[in-house]
């Protein structure tokens, strides 16, 4: 295998298509999608991309869920010499419409069956599904070096606006590779995440399967919803390898009777993107005796840098560490604050078209850039990282990470709104709840469904709070800023008095 | 055995934090509106079987079908009517 510099990820996906032109590649409920089909797929879809004047480094909006035609227009994007963006369908239209704006994207596809999504689309050409397949094309392709942007992933914004964290083919390329080795995947494997194509988990399933030549078996929608689902599509589509948030694998604990079964093709289980409490990885991994299962920790801008095999053994009274740097990782602990800085051959180009927040997010120490993940660590036995919390206002919920700050900005769009602050707080039961408490103009108060309607305008269902509570003063500290840890504070409390039952 | 009320009453106490159900209306959306979010759905969803006796298959469960309270009572009321009660084995459909 060629090192970092002859990384590209379509580059991997031609080889094993010319070596393994039968083999499945794409598995979507009844429908196989071999090497050799997704690989002519791709490049027709990319001439005709070329032949509609999309040239290297140009955007290209994927508005569809994962699906086989999400990661057909994925490679195609990248033989194209183009960067994908992802965006999920179920955004609001104007979240849908601000990124395409925002991406400057050259062209937009979306699913060819439902309502189009697209409402506004800032510039870009918008093809349905069926549209992009039926252009001709015979253009040649760009050529792309593994230095140039291959996916910009958008996530939370502090200031209200998502920001767009631009990875390189190397970059993405050093976790695939590493995991690869280290998990030993192989053209066996059948493997399922079920994060959307937005979330970074999305490398592995997606390029392990054109690295190793390993089937990508793609999780149905309406496994979402009932965890029993879950459980069933793994055992009968004989998954192997598995990556997820720990909220995902918890409710096929809890309410997808996991542990009634033994899954004996499950070798290998990944989750990422927040705490899996002890207690619940204890059960997890005595329903899997033989499966081998690691703690992965990066945020978005680095991808994984470290990783912790818990079925080696860990203590199940507390949260399992974050562990060790990854080989091609270089990550450090600000002495004086505890915060986690990584580094190496997984960092991010930038932020898209925000230099200043791009140069703010990282430190150069010894000539060498390292991102500042805003997370504090504290360095445990035998050089493992205890991951120990947050600098900022940032949070995690179900893996997804949250600017409260965006959530706020959401809120104060609306004009009956005077002043908001959001909080969150962990439930034992329900997980991290977000709490926005507003000061209305007096005669306006909200109800909690105009507000959440308001919300989910222009916020993803994920960042909704749970609860909007009215006041009618904020409480302040003695500089006048708002004192949030007395609202996080009453937060919590109001569990006590059982709004939820 | 009023199947919209009991829905609209189990959305208001866990999601609505009690008693601001008089404005949640059978074509409110629910999980478009922001009401209920997708961990919240897993809940309902559980709700819903429990409480009258079904069990959904993979192909009923979509956006379509639960988006909204009359919906959800239109799909409960449908497999009621069909017998498709709990007890069923549930599989996965691979044509859905």
Same mark, same amino acid.
């Given at each position: 295998?060629?090192?970092?510099?002859?990384?590209?990820?379509?580059?991997?996906?031609?080889?094993?298509?010319?070596?393994?032109?039968?083999?499945?590649?794409?598995?979507?409920?009844?429908?196989?999608?071999?090497?050799?089909?997704?690989?002519?797929?791709?490049?027709?879809?990319?001439?005709?991309?070329?032949?509609?004047?999309?040239?290297?480094?140009?955007?290209?909006?994927?508005?569809?869920?994962?699906?086989?035609?999400?990661?057909?227009?994925?490679?195609?994007?990248?033989?194209?010499?183009?960067?994908?963006?992802?965006?999920?369908?179920?955004?609001?239209?104007?979240?849908?419409?601000?990124?395409?704006?925002?991406?400057?994207?050259?062209?937009?596809?979306?699913?060819?069956?439902?309502?189009?999504?697209?409402?506004?689309?800032?510039?870009?050409?918008?093809?349905?599904?069926?549209?992009?397949?039926?252009?001709?094309?015979?253009?040649?392709?760009?050529?792309?070096?593994?230095?140039?942007?291959?996916?910009?992933?958008?996530?939370?914004?502090?200031?209200?606006?998502?920001?767009?964290?631009?990875?390189?083919?190397?970059?993405?390329?050093?976790?695939?590779?590493?995991?690869?080795?280290?998990?030993?995947?192989?053209?066996?494997?059948?493997?399922?995440?079920?994060?959307?194509?937005?979330?970074?988990?999305?490398?592995?399933?997606?390029?392990?399967?054109?690295?190793?030549?390993?089937?990508?078996?793609?999780?149905?929608?309406?496994?979402?919803?009932?965890?029993?689902?879950?459980?069933?599509?793994?055992?009968?589509?004989?998954?192997?390898?598995?990556?997820?948030?720990?909220?995902?694998?918890?409710?096929?604990?809890?309410?997808?009777?996991?542990?009634?079964?033994?899954?004996?093709?499950?070798?290998?289980?990944?989750?990422?993107?927040?705490?899996?409490?002890?207690?619940?990885?204890?059960?997890?991994?005595?329903?899997?005796?033989?499966?081998?299962?690691?703690?992965?920790?990066?945020?978005?801008?680095?991808?994984?840098?470290?990783?912790?095999?818990?079925?080696?053994?860990?203590?199940?009274?507390?949260?399992?560490?974050?562990?060790?740097?990854?080989?091609?990782?270089?990550?450090?602990?600000?002495?004086?604050? *505890?915060?986690?800085?990584?580094?190496?051959?997984?960092?991010?180009?930038?932020?898209?078209?925000?230099?200043?927040?791009?140069?703010?997010?990282?430190?150069?120490?010894?000539?060498?850039?390292?991102?500042?993940?805003?997370?504090?660590?504290?360095? *445990?036995?035998?050089?493992?990282?205890?991951?120990?919390?947050?600098?900022?206002?940032?949070?995690?919920?179900?893996?997804?990470?949250?600017?409260?700050?965006?959530?706020?900005?959401?809120?104060?769009?609306?004009?009956?709104?005077?002043?908001?602050?959001?909080?969150?707080?962990?439930?034992?039961?329900?997980?991290?709840?977000?709490?926005?408490?507003?000061?209305?103009?007096?005669?306006?108060?909200?109800?909690?469904?105009?507000?959440?309607?308001?919300?989910?305008?222009?916020?993803?269902?994920?960042?909704?709070?749970?609860?909007?509570?009215?006041?009618?003063?904020?409480?302040?500290?003695?500089?006048?800023?708002?004192?949030?840890?007395?609202?996080?504070?009453?937060?919590?409390?109001?569990?006590?008095?059982?709004?939820?039952? | 055995?009023?199947?919209?009320?009991?829905?609209?009453?189990?959305?208001?106490?866990?999601?609505?934090?009690?008693?601001?159900?008089?404005?949640?209306?059978?074509?409110?959306?629910?999980?478009?509106?922001?009401?209920?979010?997708?961990?919240?759905?897993?809940?309902?969803?559980?709700?819903?079987?429990?409480?009258?006796?079904?069990?959904?298959?993979?192909?009923?469960?979509?956006?379509?079908?639960?988006?909204?309270?009359?919906?959800?009572?239109?799909?409960?009321?449908?497999?009621?009517?069909?017998?498709?009660?709990?007890?069923?084995?549930?599989?996965?459909?691979?044509?859905?």
């Amino acid at each position: 295998m060629p090192g970092p510099d002859g990384w590209l990820l379509h580059g991997w996906l031609q080889r094993t298509a010319e070596t393994s032109p039968d083999a499945p590649a794409i598995v979507e409920g009844g429908r196989v999608t071999s090497f050799g089909e997704l690989f002519r797929q791709a490049v027709s879809l990319a001439s005709a991309l070329a032949e509609s004047g999309v040239s290297k480094g140009d955007r290209i909006a994927l508005v569809l869920p994962k699906t086989t035609d999400a990661v057909v227009s994925l490679f195609a994007t990248l033989f194209a010499g183009a960067v994908y963006v992802p965006i999920h369908p179920r955004w609001p239209r104007e979240r849908i419409a601000a990124t395409l704006e925002d991406s400057a994207a050259r062209i937009a596809i979306e699913a060819s069956d439902g309502a189009p999504r697209i409402r506004d689309s800032g510039g870009a050409a918008v093809l349905s599904w069926t549209e992009a397949l039926a252009r001709p094309g015979a253009r040649p392709l760009a050529a792309s070096t593994p230095a140039d942007p291959a996916f910009i992933l958008f996530t939370s914004g502090s200031t209200g606006r998502p920001k767009g964290v631009v990875v390189s083919h190397r970059a993405a390329g050093a976790f695939v590779s590493w995991s690869a080795r280290q998990f030993a995947v192989r053209p066996a494997d059948r493997i399922a995440c079920p994060a959307p194509l937005g979330f970074d988990l999305s490398t592995f399933d997606i390029f392990n399967m054109a690295l190793r030549g390993a089937a990508c078996v793609l999780v149905p929608e309406s496994c979402v919803w009932i965890p029993r689902f879950l459980t069933r599509f793994l055992l009968e589509e004989r998954i192997t390898c598995w990556y997820s948030v720990p909220s995902v694998l918890i409710l096929m604990l809890q309410d997808g009777g996991f542990a009634s079964h033994s899954f004996p093709d499950l070798r290998l289980v990944l989750f990422a993107g927040e705490v899996f409490p002890g207690p619940s990885l204890a059960r997890l991994q005595a329903a899997l005796p033989r499966a081998t299962c690691a703690n992965l920790y990066g945020p978005t801008e680095t991808n994984v840098v470290t990783w912790y095999e818990t079925s080696k053994g860990f203590d199940p009274s507390r949260p399992p560490p974050i562990g060790k740097p990854c080989p091609y990782a270089e990550v450090r602990m600000d002495a004086s604050t *505890g915060e986690l800085l990584a580094g190496g051959d997984s960092l991010m180009c930038g932020y898209w078209g925000r230099p200043e927040e791009t140069s703010r997010a990282f430190a150069v120490l010894e000539g060498k850039r390292y991102y500042r993940t805003g997370d504090r660590v504290a360095a *445990g036995a035998a050089g493992n990282y205890i991951f120990q919390g947050r600098l900022d206002r940032q949070i995690k919920r179900r893996g997804y990470r949250i600017e409260l700050g965006e959530i706020e900005a959401a809120f104060a769009r609306h004009d009956a709104i005077l002043e908001v602050a959001a909080v969150a707080h962990e439930d034992r039961e329900c997980g991290t709840v977000i709490t926005a408490f507003v000061r209305s103009r007096p005669g306006r108060e909200m109800s909690l469904i105009e507000a959440k309607a308001h919300c989910a305008g222009l916020l993803p269902v994920y960042m909704l709070p749970d609860r909007v509570v009215a006041l009618s003063a904020m409480p302040k500290g003695s500089r006048g800023k708002i004192d949030y840890r007395a609202l996080a504070l009453r937060a919590a409390g109001e569990d006590d008095h059982g709004n939820r039952d | 055995m009023e199947i919209g009320t009991e829905v609209r009453r189990y959305i208001a106490g866990n999601f609505l934090a009690g008693g601001q159900d008089l404005a949640l209306e059978d074509s409110t959306p629910l999980v478009t509106g922001g009401i209920v979010d997708s961990i919240g759905m897993i809940g309902l969803v559980g709700f819903i079987e429990d409480r009258f006796g079904i069990e959904f298959l993979p192909r009923e469960v979509d956006l379509h079908n639960l988006d909204t309270i009359e919906r959800i009572e239109r799909l409960v009321l449908d497999k009621l009517s069909s017998g498709a009660s709990a007890g069923r084995p549930d599989r996965i459909d691979r044509n859905a």
